[in-house]
């Protein structure tokens, strides 16, 4: 999963700083794509995150919840 995230963030993030110097000043541009870089990051960390947590974590851990019930 994490090959994944740094795969979209890496491509979200070139994509962001190949556009930015059509539309923005330099200065502004540069720190503007630091800025959205670390916007981009964490906003993916956090889907991440509520993917997995929505998800088992493994399945002896399922086997084992459904083995108390019996």
């Known amino acids: 999963m994490s090959y994944l995230l740094a795969s979209i963030t890496a491509r979200i993030t070139e994509k962001v700083k190949s556009q930015l110097p059509q539309i923005l000043p330099k200065e502004v541009s540069n720190f503007s794509s630091m800025v959205m870089k670390s ?27 459904l083995t108390e019930f019996e």
Do not use: C
């Open 39 to 65: 916007m981009v990051t964490e906003s993916l960390e956090h889907a991440v995150l509520a993917k997995e947590s929505s998800q088992p974590t493994s399945t002896y851990e399922a086997a084992a919840s």
